[in-house]
C-alpha cells in the first residue's frame, strides 16, 4: 500500500526559507520519478518540481532558482528546500510519483505571509 506524508509546512516571512518533506513507502522509490505538487487557494494542483531516479531535476518557472528538490533514497525521503519565498508560493504542498501517481496524502500547508 502506498503511502505518501507530508510534513514541514507553516508560516513563513516573504522572503524566508522552508523545507518540505514527503516520507514514501509502497513505491519503488529508488526508480520513481517523484514530484513535487502545489494547490494554491481557489487554484488547481500543479507541479513544482520533480526530479527522475537519475537525479535529474525539473522546475517550474516561477520556483527556477528558488527551490530545490532532492531525495534521500535510503530514507525513502524526497525534499523540497524552498528559499526567497514569495506570497503566491503560499498552498498546501504535496508529493506523488510523477508517472505513476497514487492515492493523495494530506499535503502540507504552507502560508507565506507577513
Known amino acids: 500500500q502506498v503511502q505518501l506524508v507530508e510534513s514541514g509546512g507553516g508560516l513563513v516571512q516573504p522572503g524566508g526559507s522552508l523545507t518540505l518533506s514527503c516520507a514514501v513507502s509502497?513505491?519503488?522509490?529508488?526508480?520513481?520519478?517523484m514530484g513535487w505538487y502545489r494547490r494554491a487557494p481557489g487554484k488547481q494542483r500543479e507541479l513544482v518540481a520533480r526530479m527522475d531516479s537519475r537525479g535529474t531535476a525539473i522546475y517550474v518557472d516561477s520556483v527556477k532558482g528558488r527551490f530545490t528538490i532532492s531525495k534521500d533514497v535510503a530514507k525513502n525521503t524526497v525534499y523540497l528546500q524552498m528559499s526567497s519565498v514569495k506570497p503566491e508560493d503560499t498552498g498546501v504542498y504535496y508529493c506523488?510519483?510523477?508517472?505513476?501517481?497514487?492515492?493523495w496524502g494530506q499535503g502540507t500547508q504552507v502560508t507565506v505571509s507577513s
Open positions: 506523488n510519483d510523477y508517472y505513476q501517481q497514487n492515492a
Open positions: 509502497g513505491i519503488s522509490f529508488s526508480r520513481s520519478t
